[in-house]
């Protein structure tokens, strides 16, 4: 059997069903960290859940961007995106009683801005690049979550901890140099994708710091606020 010579010959399903593996193995990781986190307290089935809704809302949302707003101008996307969630975030927020100004500014800027970084490269990424390869770039931020989490907030790894995450990056090497619409070697679409990935683990140690002092609707408002 041939192999496709050229992009257009090349299916889309298998691309599919790839991204579809990806974020299943993604959701069987947190599940099998959760329950050996605390033995102690069963595993929380519905922030699982919760998340792996996120996920493929997120990957639903680059498909409604490639078939309905590839002319309009990726900012335009970021910013009419910002403004929405700013207004829906700030009435629940203010409904629950929940304070909008936090106990650290700083770091909810930073916060702020480390999402806006990683939502710009997403959607600059997902009108250059194949959505499935743009999505699969994306999730792959815990792997720098897993990288800076260690150096970062000071957290000791597990005695497979680097191994693994050296393993990862060599996986997350074979899919930008492989035959998909990235092409055979690295380029600029892959990595704007891969600087958003970065971007959003670092946003995500920065929640994790703000956790302690602040209500995760005060973080949810100032990050589109900010962005």
Same mark, same amino acid.
């Given at each position: 059997?041939? $192999?496709? !010579? ?7 399903? =298998? ?6 593996? !990806?974020? @299943? ?5 947190? #599940?099998?960290? !959760? ?14 859940? +919760?998340?792996?809704?996120?996920? %493929? ?8 961007? $490639? ?16 403004? @929405?969630?700013? /207004? ?6 203010? &409904?629950?009683? &929940?304070? /909008? ?6 770091? /909810? &800027? ?8 990683? &939502? ?21 931020? =815990?792997?720098?979550?897993? #990288?800076? @989490? =260690?150096?970062? /907030?000071?957290?000791?790894? *597990?005695?497979?901890?680097?191994? #693994?995450?050296?393993? @990862?990056?060599?996986? +997350? ?9 990235? *092409?055979?070697?690295? $380029? !600029?679409? %892959?990595?704007?994708?891969?600087? *958003?990935? +970065? +971007? ?28």
């Amino acid at each position: 059997m041939n $192999r496709p !010579t050229s992009e257009s010959d090349v299916p889309d399903r =298998p691309r599919s069903t790839r991204m579809g593996r !990806t974020l @299943a193995l993604t959701g069987m990781a947190d #599940l099998w960290h !959760t329950m050996r986190k605390d033995e102690k307290r069963p595993p929380d089935f519905t922030g699982l859940v +919760l998340m792996v809704a996120s996920a %493929a809302c997120f990957s639903l949302m680059a498909v409604f961007i $490639r078939l309905f707003l590839e002319k309009c101008p990726s900012q335009s996307v970021v910013f009419t995106r910002a403004v @929405a969630m700013t /207004l829906v975030f700030g009435c629940m927020a203010w &409904v629950k009683g &929940v304070p /909008l100004v936090g106990r650290q500014p700083g770091k /909810l &800027v930073l916060r702020g801005l480390l999402g806006y970084g990683a &939502v710009s490269c997403y959607f600059w990424s997902v009108n250059h690049v194949g959505i499935a390869d743009a999505v699969l770039l994306q999730y792959s931020h =815990p792997i720098f979550v897993a #990288l800076l @989490a =260690p150096m970062i /907030l000071g957290e000791i790894p *597990g005695r497979w901890h680097w191994p #693994l995450v050296a393993i @990862a990056f060599c996986g +997350l090497a074979v899919v930008v140099g492989s035959g998909s619409a990235l *092409g055979g070697a690295i $380029r !600029t679409e %892959a990595l704007v994708g891969l600087l *958003g990935s +970065l +971007l959003s683990g670092l946003a995500y140690i920065t929640i994790r710091k703000l956790s302690s002092t602040e209500h995760p609707l005060t973080i949810l408002v100032w990050f589109p606020a900010v962005m």
